[in-house]
């Protein structure tokens, strides 16, 4: 089972940016589909984007097209997500997740699409 941890949240204005960087470790990254979600306070664990495993094809949710941009590194076995012109709604914990589906197209994927879950790393927008 391959081990996740991500780093690089923090506090930022509305308008601002983030890199958040998730390292993956005990297993072939580049074997795996992997993705962000995220949770906020009294919220269910939604999804935020994935990548395919060789990291041409992506997909996004729509709260985040055109503001967030997924990538990965196999060769370095991370994966990176850059949120640009954040909003005080974008305030969550976000979790990279790997070992999971992935279908062109699809932007519904949930928690049990994916069988393995860094710890989160805490993101909060000020308004």
């Known amino acids: 089972q391959v081990r996740l941890v991500e780093s690089g949240g923090g506090l930022v204005q509305a308008g601002g940016s983030l890199s958040l960087s998730c390292v993956a470790s005990g297993s072939t990254f580049s074997r795996y589909n992997a993705g962000w979600f995220r949770q906020a306070p009294g919220k269910e664990r939604e999804f935020v984007a994935a990548?395919?495993?060789?990291?041409?094809?992506?997909a996004y949710a729509h709260s985040v097209k055109g503001r967030f941009i997924i990538s990965r590194d196999n060769a370095e076995n991370t994966m990176s997500l850059q949120m640009n012109s954040l909003k005080p709604e974008d305030t969550a914990v976000y979790y990279c997740?790997?070992?999971?589906?992935?279908?062109?197209?699809?932007?519904?994927?949930?928690?049990?699409?994916?069988?393995?879950w860094g710890q989160g790393t805490q993101v909060t927008v000020s308004s």
């Open positions: 990548i395919a495993w060789s990291g041409t094809f992506t």
């Open positions: 997740a790997a070992d999971g589906v992935y279908s062109t197209g699809r932007t519904d994927y949930t928690e049990a699409d994916f069988a393995s």
